[in-house]
């Protein structure tokens, strides 16, 4: 059951889909508002939801966000913000994912539906305090209640509508860097996969294709022929994957800012003149996503590369990041000035150092310029966090149109929810170090509570250097996550396979996930059309085991599997928290894995560099393929199965042709039920010859 309350003149965000959930439809008065304690929310003034949580309370959920599977203990912002350093003492990151649920002495759901900052205090100040800042402006508050926890995801999934399904291509692996600067360097990222027998599906093509990082343009000289060159990959069965920019580089004769600026697509100050702002291209204009209009125009700008050939894209720096607001940038440099000319004591070196270090993604510059909201002027501030989501929405509906009937692989950086379902997201600039493994594990059920499915981290790290060991463990957690991409930074170490020693790890680990697919689509598939999760804390499948609710280093992967990936590094296993008996596979490769059956418990199970831990629940099984070089040559038509069938195992796989649109869910199911005494009937869509192993 759901309820929702009405504070002040809320704007319309567009995060519902269900109607009865939208503002303007019948609300509860605000004063009613069950489990919260509610103060101030007049006029320009914030508002502040209270909650005295019990000793044993645990909240789930925030989608992207640092810190534990379970959010108490800390603080969190949700403001989208391009910082790349993901550390402990974050309170925010690029996405703002206002949902989460309380479960313990009591059970409810809270949807803050607010695009402007809000705070979760779960127990930072007070620690058994709860505590919601809602910064001034309207806002819609939804409270969930339900049986359990997994079901009131449900509903909160059905209200918001149905996540985004990329193109199966997308399940396979991508390699990424920040710095593959030509053709050549793509296609030597591509032979060295397909010599050394390493799976691919995708190359992303950073900044770097564009020419001069102008938005929906290509480098002629460093990619001369573009569109036979995405024709050759093609071949290769490569999808090439380019990024696109929130920001629109102001220069005269480049259409795309001529044509902003003679429509006034561009965000604008209180004067009316464009807003300034820098990012790579050096000064920028940004579009307004929120103006339909410009949003429209926007995404009819994808067509540049469609036309080409591309069928993925990933949208960035639509927090939006701000490297320096033009204006303040100007201040800045008289007040150096000013310091240039005195002596620096402990007061000023530290001014002027803040003053420089701050001029990043200031509060005061998205205070400066404005968007066109349903006719409407709105401050930028107001609307902060629906940027991302609005700009990745321009490309999704554009495909729509551009493509109809097609998925087009679509993920962002920043995100709210609603923009699920246009695009998945990647978590961002995360670091080469151990404890980012275990966050990106972490963020996983929170990400699917929002909505977001279609998500993964830059694997290996983004910033930092990667060794070899932690892209190995890394990776082993990555065949695991639908989006499942290699990615670094321009100046650290270079973190492709190839770049290492052992090169039969890799396309044993890399091999996994292609031996993994069919069951890792199918479990998505059903995630996306019934609403549901596809990793989730264990208390979600184990409600009355306290053990299992305090797990905060494994997941379930759908109904059938758990995983506990290894984070530490030197370490050749770990302890793993049994909530029933299993079957433990410890896994090699597709030809070389051992099984043991371990009863429930807690348990040391050692897992060498090489190996990939995956334990079957009882009377589940695991439809694995023999691998394949990428996504398209995963032979559906022979399957082996993990299994741990006691009485009687019945498994849904789910295929389909990978790129329409339309999703016939029944359609494409085929069952295979596994009997204990070793026999297999398959019915439905697919006749797979099966194995048991
Ligand atoms: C941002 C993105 C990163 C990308 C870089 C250059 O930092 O998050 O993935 O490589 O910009 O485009």
Not at 144 to 154: A, D, I, Q, T
Request: hydrophobic share 35%; aromatic share 12%; proline share 4%.
């Amino acid at each position: 059951m759901m309820k929702k309350f009405v504070f002040g003149n809320p704007l319309e965000t567009e995060a519902m889909t269900d109607s009865r959930a939208t503002p303007g439809s019948p609300a509860e008065e605000a004063g009613s508002v069950p489990y919260l304690s509610v103060s101030g929310g007049s006029e320009g003034e914030s508002c502040v939801l209270t909650y005295d949580m019990g000793e044993r309370d645990i909240i789930y959920g925030l989608g992207e966000n640092v810190r534990g599977i379970n959010k108490r203990g800390w603080i969190y912002e949700s403001n989208c913000t391009d910082d790349p350093l993901h550390t402990e003492t974050r309170r925010e990151l690029y996405a703002a994912h206002n949902f989460f649920i309380v479960d313990g002495r009591e059970r409810f759901g809270v949807f803050v539906d607010a695009p402007q900052k809000v705070t979760f205090d779960f127990g930072y100040e007070n620690r058994d305090g709860m505590k919601i800042t809602v910064s001034p402006g309207g806002f819609v508050l939804y409270i969930l209640e339900g049986e359990n926890v997994r079901e009131m995801v449900k509903e909160f999934r059905r209200a918001i509508g149905r996540s985004y399904i990329p193109p199966r291509w997308a399940f396979g692996y991508g390699q990424s860097r920040w710095g593959y600067l030509s053709a050549d360097d793509i296609r030597q990222v591509v032979r060295e996969h397909r010599e050394k027998g390493v799976p691919l599906d995708s190359v992303y093509m950073d900044i770097d294709y564009m020419e001069r990082y102008k938005d929906f343009t290509v480098n002629e000289e460093t990619f001369p022929d573009f569109p036979r060159f995405v024709r050759e990959m093609k071949e290769e069965k490569i999808h090439l994957v380019p990024i696109i920019d929130a920001g629109v580089k102001i220069e005269e004769g480049y259409p795309v800012y001529e044509e902003g600026m003679k429509e006034g697509y561009f965000c604008k100050k209180e004067d009316g003149t464009e807003f300034v702002g820098g990012v790579w291209p050096g000064r920028v204009h940004f579009p307004d996503m929120l103006n339909e209009k410009a949003r429209e125009w926007f995404g009819q700008k994808y067509s540049f590369l469609l036309d080409q050939g591309i069928d993925g894209f990933w949208n960035d720096m639509n927090e939006p990041a701000l490297f320096y607001g033009e204006d303040n940038l100007d201040e800045v440099f008289r007040k150096l000035e000013d310091y240039g000319n005195q002596e620096l004591d402990i007061k000023s070196f530290f001014g002027m150092k803040n003053l420089v270090l701050g001029i990043a993604n200031r509060k005061e510059d998205y205070e400066t310029f404005y968007h066109q909201y349903r006719g409407e002027r709105v401050r930028h501030d107001r609307v902060h966090n629906l940027y991302g989501y609005n700009m990745t929405r321009a490309a999704g509906e554009a495909f729509e149109k551009l493509k109809p009937g097609e998925r087009i692989l679509m993920f962002s950086r920043a995100s709210y929810i609603g923009m699920h379902r246009y695009g998945g997201v990647w978590t961002g600039d995360n670091c080469s170090w151990w404890s980012h493994v275990l966050m990106n594990l972490q963020m996983l059920p929170g990400l699917n509570m929002c909505g977001f499915l279609y998500t993964g981290a830059d694997l290996g790290g983004f910033g930092a250097n990667v060794t070899e060991d932690l892209l190995l463990r890394w990776l082993e957690l990555g065949i695991f996550t639908p989006l499942m991409r290699n990615h670094s930074a321009r100046t650290t170490r270079r973190q492709e396979f190839y770049q290492f020693g052992h090169t039969e790890d890799f396309r044993n680990v890399i091999g996994l996930r292609y031996g993994l697919l069919p069951y890792i689509y199918s479990e998505f598939m059903k995630a996306a059309v019934t609403g549901d999760m596809m990793f989730l804390p264990l208390a979600f499948l184990y409600p009355e085991d306290r053990s299992a609710a305090e797990v905060e280093d494994q997941l379930m992967v759908g109904e059938a599997m758990m995983i506990a990936p290894v984070y530490r590094q030197n370490a050749r296993g770990r302890y793993v928290y049994l909530p029933e008996e299993m079957k433990l596979y410890r896994m090699r490769s597709l030809d070389s894995m051992d099984q043991e059956i371990l009863p429930a418990g807690h348990h040391y199970v050692r897992a060498e560099l090489n190996e990939v831990l995956v334990f079957v629940r009882p009377d589940q099984v695991v439809p694995m393929s023999q691998g394949g070089c990428c996504v398209e040559e995963v032979d559906m038509s022979r399957l082996n199965l993990l299994h741990f069938v006691k009485t009687e195992a019945v498994c849904e796989l789910y295929h389909d042709d990978g790129v329409s649109r339309k999703i016939d869910f029944e359609k494409g199911i085929t069952r295979i039920t596994v009997k204990a005494d070793g026999t297999i009937k398959t019915e439905g869509m697919l006749d797979p010859e099966c194995c048991l192993v």
